[in-house]
């Protein structure tokens, strides 16, 4: 993967770090509001490319950040994480 990064969610912004493992360059910041419209907007700069994945925090508010993720075309983080749809940190969806 070329570019890997996190997000970290917090009630009033995002904070992303992410490394483009060609270049070495390596990116920080922050995504405010923290609500899907900005995050998506932020998310078009990856447009069209396969080859970027981001780790998500699980916490309060993960669900619309994956969901967004998914939306552009980014491999679902709770498959990366080893959790399965309906299944976070081992137990099953309630």
Not at 2 to 10: A, E, K, M, N, T
Request: hydrophobic letters at 40%.
């Amino acid at each position: 993967m070329p570019i890997v990064g996190g997000l970290d969610i917090h009630r009033k912004q995002l904070t992303f770090g992410y490394l483009d493992t060609v270049t070495g360059e390596v990116k920080r910041g922050q995504i405010a509001p923290a609500d899907r419209e900005h995050l998506r907007a932020w998310l078009a700069r990856f447009a069209g490319r396969d080859d970027v994945a981001f780790a998500v925090e699980g916490c309060t508010g993960w669900r619309y950040v994956a969901e967004e993720l998914a939306a552009a075309s980014r491999p679902d983080p709770r498959r990366a994480a080893g959790v399965g749809p309906g299944r976070v940190k081992g137990r099953s969806a309630q």
